[in-house]
C-alpha cells in the first residue's frame, strides 16, 4: 500500500520542479550562513602602525608570545600582523602592540586602576561589554590588551601573565 503524500495547499500554485529545490536551497542557504559565521570574527581588530623603534620592539614582543596563554590557544587574525595576536577564549583575548596613547589618559580616566605587576603600571579601564582594556604604560610601546568577561578568574591574569615578555621586549 502506497502512502498518499499531500502537498500544503500554499504549494500547489508552485510548480513542481520549484517545490522539489526549494528544500534543498534553504538548506545550501542554511549551511553557508553557518560556515559564514565561524569566520575568524578578527576583522574588526584595529591594527596598529607603529614605527621607528616602536615597531621593531612590538616585532620581538610578537616573536616572543606564547601559542597558548592561560589555557587558551593562539588564533591570530588573517592577514597576520606582528602588532596583533589573538588567543580563543569565545570571546577571545587581544593584544595589540604599538597602539596610540589613549586619550582617556589625559582625561579623568587617567586616575582609574592601575595595577602593577612586577613593576610594570597596566592602567585599566572596565568596557561597556563587561571587557576590560589594560594598556601598559610607561613603556617604549604601548601594548593593550582585552580581557574578556567570564573567561578569567580576574580581568588582569592575560596582562599579569604577558608582563613578563612586555618588561623583556619594550623598555620603559
Excluded at 579623568?108 to 603600571?121: C, I, M, R, Y
Amino acid at each position: 500500500m502506497a502512502r498518499e503524500t499531500r502537498v500544503p495547499k500554499a504549494l500547489t500554485a508552485v510548480p513542481a520542479p520549484i517545490r522539489w529545490l526549494a528544500l534543498p536551497v534553504a538548506l545550501t542557504c542554511a549551511v553557508v550562513v553557518l560556515v559564514g559565521s565561524w569566520g575568524s570574527g578578527d576583522r574588526d581588530v584595529e591594527v596598529p602602525q607603529p614605527s621607528g623603534k616602536a615597531a621593531d620592539y612590538c616585532r620581538a614582543l610578537a616573536a616572543a608570545l606564547p601559542q597558548v596563554l592561560l589555557g587558551h590557544a593562539r588564533k591570530d587574525p588573517s592577514p597576520a600582523s606582528p602588532y596583533v595576536a589573538v588567543w580563543d577564549s569565545s570571546p577571545r583575548t587581544v593584544m595589540r602592540c604599538g597602539i596610540d596613547r589613549p586619550e582617556e589618559l589625559n582625561g579623568p580616566h587617567a586616575k582609574d586602576l592601575s595595577p602593577t605587576v612586577d613593576d610594570l603600571t597596566w592602567w585599566s579601564q572596565k568596557r561597556d561589554d563587561g571587557s576590560y582594556r589594560l594598556v601598559a604604560t610607561m613603556r617604549a610601546a604601548y601594548v593593550e590588551v582585552i580581557s574578556p568577561p567570564g573567561v578569567y578568574g580576574s580581568p588582569l591574569d592575560p596582562a599579569a601573565a604577558l608582563t613578563p615578555l612586555v618588561k623583556a621586549n619594550i623598555p620603559g
